[in-house]
């Protein structure tokens, strides 16, 4: 199984609709993060979590709202979607502790989400 | 503030050719630098980091050293094959941790 597992990988709804997209992941890491990825733009982030009562806003947060209901889940939510919100979105985790003394993200594989 | 500026895309090479992706950085005050690669279809995936200057990070063949006097991390590799053709990003994070901040990506796509 995958370090760091993301739900739906694809996904396409209608405006206006709510979306729920999910992270879990067996890192054992306190830290996670939900990024989103737009060509020619790299990644921004939305959200991060560095325990199960913190919650923090990104650089582009707005539109999107968190829940860390564990410390291995950390789902973002698009509470009613449209079209500018289409893009490929990613979940990470990060240890500060980690080998050689760097904080390494790990990354999920992605959900792709399309509003119509 | 802290951020990234690399080198803009798309690149195309042909197989067995010497590969640099620039990468610059600003950053208020020693940041940990990486790159990451992000394969079709994938997540993103560490390709090698260095956390002082004058380290130099290295994995499958890649290279960067970590160069503070031009706040440089640029991407090599001697002899690029068709299997390195990804997206590759360069990232810094500071000591404390709380952020990483990325490039904007390069596209590069080795032909046989």
């Known amino acids: 199984d995958a370090d760091v597992t993301q739900t739906p990988r694809n996904r396409i709804t209608k405006t206006g609709k709510r979306i729920m997209l999910e992270c879990s992941q067996t890192?054992?890491?306190?830290?996670m993060y939900w990024y989103r990825q737009d060509p020619g733009l790299g990644l921004r982030l939305i959200y991060y979590?560095?325990?199960?009562?913190?919650?923090n806003k990104g650089e582009i947060s707005d539109g999107y709202s968190v829940s860390r209901q564990a410390q291995a889940k950390f789902s973002l939510s698009l509470e009613s979607a449209i079209p500018n919100q289409t893009a490929l979105y990613f979940c990470?985790?990060?240890?500060?502790?980690?080998?050689?003394?760097?904080?390494?993200?790990?990354f999920g594989a992605g959900s792709r989400l399309t509003v119509l | 503030g802290n951020s990234v500026t690399q080198m803009e895309g798309p690149v195309t090479l042909s197989e067995e050719a010497f590969l640099t992706i620039n990468c610059t950085y600003t950053?208020?005050?020693?940041?940990?630098l990486f790159w990451y690669v992000q394969y079709p279809g994938e997540g993103l995936q560490l390709l090698l980091k260095?956390?002082?200057?004058?380290d130099k990070g290295s994995n499958k063949g890649f290279e960067a050293t970590y160069r503070k006097e031009t706040t440089s991390f640029h991407l090599e590799k001697g002899s690029v094959q068709v299997s390195d053709s990804a997206v590759y990003f360069c990232?810094?994070?500071?000591?404390?941790?709380?952020?990483?901040?990325f490039g904007t990506g390069t596209s590069l796509t080795v032909i046989p």
């Open positions: 260095a956390t002082k200057a004058d």
């Open positions: 990232a810094l994070t500071m000591n404390t941790g709380n952020q990483f901040y």
């Open positions: 890192k054992g890491h306190d830290r």
């Open positions: 990470a985790t990060s240890d500060p502790s980690g080998v050689g003394g760097a904080n390494v993200l790990t």
């Open positions: 979590s560095f325990d199960v009562k913190d919650i």
């Open positions: 950053a208020t005050g020693y940041p940990s």
